[in-house]
T-cell receptor, first 110, second 114 residues
Framework: GQNIDQPTEMTATEGAIVQINCTYQTSGFNGLFWYQQHAGEAPTFLSYNVLDGLEEKGRFSSFLSRSKGYSYLLLKELQMKDSASYLCAVRFINDYKLSFGAGTTVTVRA | NAGVTQTPKFRILKIGQSMTLQCTQDMNHNYMYWYRQDPGMGLKLIYYSVGAGITDKGEVPNGYNVSRSTTEDFPLRLELAAPSQTSVYFC?????????????FGSGTQLSVL
């Protein structure tokens, strides 16, 4: 693997904010994806970052720092339906295949 | 538009049996992939294909085979099932190999080898 690290589990309250961090090796980096996966379902695309900075899409935002090999996914105004696993995936130069982290299971409580 | 379709959704095999997991996509994507997902381990690439007639090994190819006779279909074959192959299998496709190209996943096959 490509040593993509993210926390195993996070718990938050409905309406709150949660930040999921992801770190990866910087050599050959060519883009980072976040996918959402509900239990028993397929992963679905959330966001893509290749340049430094914040990409905002409604309640979800994704940040990237290429020099630090670091990204986070920010989930705002949490809803019960946001309970899912969030997968960080990295594409490296000359290797169009995605390498996935183990995923972070987010549990939203009322 | 069906996207990526996988069959079956569930299967139980005995050790040593063989089976084929079917995957088809109707988006005319050139790139197709097979991943397995084990608890706490993330998605691991088994095999991939960049077009009809072309396949290559991923991270964990042992015990599996694939073929890609058409753009649409990318079946995964298990010849001698082993307990270590108990997993959830996902087929995926993408349009190009450009950096920003996202994957479209099938709904998965849960396989148990007993």
């Amino acid at each position: 693997g490509q040593n993509i690290d993210q926390p195993t589990e996070m718990t938050a309250t409905e309406g709150a904010i949660v930040q999921i961090n992801c770190t990866y090796q910087t050599s050959g980096f060519n883009g980072l994806f976040w996918y959402q996966q509900h239990a028993g379902e397929a992963p679905t695309f959330l966001s893509y970052n290749v340049l430094d900075g914040l990409e905002e899409k409604g309640r979800f935002s994704s940040f990237l720092s290429r020099s630090k090999g670091y990204s986070y996914l920010l989930l705002k105004e949490l809803q019960m339906k946001d309970s899912a696993s969030y997968l960080c995936a990295v594409r490296f130069i000359n290797d169009y295949k995605l390498s996935f982290g183990a995923g972070t299971t987010v549990t939203v409580r009322a | 538009n069906a996207g990526v379709t996988q069959t079956p959704k569930f299967r139980i095999l005995k050790i040593g049996q063989s089976m084929t997991l079917q995957c088809t996509q109707d988006m005319n994507h050139n790139y197709m992939y097979w991943y397995r997902q084990d608890p706490g381990m993330g998605l691991k690439l088994i095999y991939y294909s960049v077009g009809a007639g072309i396949t290559d090994k991923g991270e964990v190819p042992n015990g599996y085979n694939v073929s890609r006779s058409t753009t649409e279909d990318f079946p995964l074959r298990l010849e001698l099932a082993a307990p270590s192959q108990t997993s959830v299998y996902f087929c995926a496709s993408s349009d190009t190999d450009r950096g920003e190209e996202k994957l479209f996943f099938g709904s998965g096959t849960q396989l148990s080898v007993l």
